[in-house]
């Protein structure tokens, strides 16, 4: 079945430093959707990916949707303590409308 | 002020009772979720509603329980079949499945 595989599970970084994460599939994705999660609450959508090739930014954020249409990356620069949390991405299923989500990524920033 | 609520933020039940999750959007979305999240892990679909009156199970539904009466509303009941049911919920909305979904704050739920 469809599984995305999130890396690294987690990064311990000092403020100011640039953060790079990323999801692999073994299926292809028509779709590709990155989340950021705080703790205890809900995931907030960071940016929609809906083409190959496609780079996307969000302030310090950027992402890429990769040309096989079996990746993605996310880019976070010059990291501040806020942008602590779970960082996931996501995709749709083949059929059944139904997301699925990486295992994510955990970002501590150091002041 | 549109968006998706969940209440109550924090819940605490007795081993044994079962217990409704409220979710509530104002979007105008036609489907609706509700995830499962552990402590260091991923979101698990539990249920989802892509149009009123109409459900499917995700994959891990067993001892869950929901009810789509309404487009606005989706509630989760947590049955005491449910083995482990001490989590964080998660209740999600798009307009049409599988676009981008949207995310309530969440409801840790406690069992004891």
């Known amino acids: 079945g469809q599984q995305l595989n999130q890396s690294p599970q987690s990064m311990f970084i000092q403020e100011g430093e640039d953060v790079s994460m990323n999801c692999t599939s073994s299926?292809?994705?028509?779709?590709w959707l990155w989340y950021k999660q705080d703790p205890g609450e809900g995931p907030v959508l960071l940016i929609a990916l809906y083409k190959a090739g496609e780079l996307t930014s969000n302030g310090r954020l950027t992402a890429q949707f990769g040309i096989t249409r079996k990746d993605s990356f996310l880019n976070i620069s010059a990291s501040i303590p806020s942008d602590v949390g779970i960082y996931f991405c996501?995709?749709?299923?083949?059929?059944?409308?139904?997301?699925?989500f990486g295992q994510g990524t955990e970002l501590s920033v150091k002041p | 002020d549109g968006g998706i609520t969940q209440s109550p933020k924090y819940l605490f039940r007795k081993e044994g009772q079962n217990v409704t999750l409220s979710c509530e959007q104002n979007?105008?979305?036609?489907?609706m979720y509700w995830y499962r999240q552990d402590p260091g892990q991923g979101l698990r679909l539990i249920y989802y509603s892509q149009i009123v009156n109409d459900f499917q199970k995700g994959d891990i539904a067993e001892g869950y329980s929901v009810s789509r009466e309404k487009k606005e509303s989706f509630p989760l009941t947590v049955t005491s079949a449910q083995k482990n049911p001490t989590a964080f919920y998660l209740c999600?909305?798009?307009?049409?499945?599988?676009?981008?979904?949207?995310f309530g704050p969440g409801t840790r739920l406690t069992v004891l």
């Open positions: 999600a909305s798009s307009i049409t499945p599988p676009d981008t979904q949207y």
């Open positions: 996501a995709g749709p299923y083949n059929q059944g409308g139904k997301l699925i």
């Open positions: 299926s292809i994705f028509n779709t």
């Open positions: 979007l105008n979305h036609d489907a």
